[in-house]
């Protein structure tokens, strides 16, 4: 009877090892495939992650590209504005001119500075002086304090882009059958205001 209970004991044992054995197997497949499951999780959220990062750096540029456009299409539209500007304050200050009638000249040029971005109306004679101004300092001077000496003689109206916040803009100002002088005008464009 001992034998048996000995017998009985063995094969429980071996029966009970079997079993540990099989739950320990089913253990590390269970931590195995739990370990497999959180590498592909972070591998995924991972390159995700860099996903994302580079649609928001090709956003960003694209945003910026564009901003970037918007800047120089709304300061190309003010240089068309000026030009035509030139023309007709050219027209409206040449019979004035002709006349000697300078009072009449000062007025417009301090009536037109009131306007926004307007910063400085210049009208220089056929010497290259300045004869009227809205900074009266610069009258009696010549041309070349306020603006470059190809405006004197220049027969086409030209728009210099300052650093896409100032355009000079310079217009020869035509008699009959001769130059009377030249107009400067100094405008200040105002940068657009982007929201994010």
């Given at each position: 009877?001992?034998?048996?209970?000995?017998?009985?004991?063995?094969?429980?044992?071996?029966?009970?090892?079997?079993?540990?054995?099989?739950?320990?197997?089913?253990?590390?497949?269970?931590?195995?495939?739990?370990?497999?499951?959180?590498?592909?999780?972070?591998a995924?959220?991972?390159?995700?992650?860099?996903?994302?990062?580079?649609?928001?750096?090709?956003?960003?540029?694209?945003?910026?590209?564009?901003?970037?456009?918007?800047?120089?299409?709304?300061?190309?539209?003010?240089?068309?504005?000026?030009k035509?500007?030139?023309?007709?304050?050219v027209?409206?200050?040449?019979?004035?001119?002709?006349?000697?009638?300078?009072?009449?000249?000062?007025?417009?040029?301090?009536?037109?500075?009131?306007?926004?971005?307007?910063?400085?109306?210049?009208?220089?004679?056929?010497?290259?002086?300045?004869?009227?101004?809205?900074?009266?300092?610069?009258?009696?001077?010549?041309?070349?304090?306020?603006g470059?000496?190809?405006?004197?003689s220049?027969?086409?109206?030209?728009?210099?882009?300052?650093?896409?916040?100032?355009?000079?803009?310079?217009?020869?100002?035509?008699?009959?059958?001769?130059?009377?002088?030249?107009?400067?005008?100094?405008?200040?464009?105002?940068?657009p205001a982007?929201?994010?």
């Amino acid at each position: 009877m001992e034998e048996s209970k000995k017998n009985s004991k063995t094969e429980l044992s071996a029966h009970q090892r079997e079993n540990n054995r099989a739950h320990s197997n089913t253990n590390k497949r269970l931590l195995i495939i739990i370990g497999v499951a959180i590498l592909l999780i972070a591998a995924v959220w991972i390159w995700k992650s860099v996903q994302m990062g580079n649609v928001e750096k090709k956003a960003e540029n694209d945003r910026q590209t564009l901003k970037e456009e918007a800047r120089k299409q709304i300061v190309q539209a003010h240089e068309a504005h000026l030009k035509l500007l030139a023309k007709a304050y050219v027209w409206a200050v040449r019979a004035d001119m002709m006349q000697g009638n300078i009072n009449q000249v000062n007025l417009f040029a301090s009536d037109m500075v009131k306007e926004k971005n307007f910063q400085r109306i210049v009208i220089a004679n056929d010497k290259g002086i300045i004869i009227s101004s809205t900074n009266k300092k610069d009258e009696g001077q010549p041309f070349a304090t306020v603006g470059k000496d190809a405006g004197l003689s220049s027969d086409n109206t030209t728009v210099e882009n300052v650093s896409d916040s100032i355009l000079i803009m310079t217009s020869p100002i035509m008699g009959f059958n001769n130059r009377l002088g030249t107009l400067l005008i100094k405008y200040a464009v105002q940068p657009p205001a982007f929201s994010k």
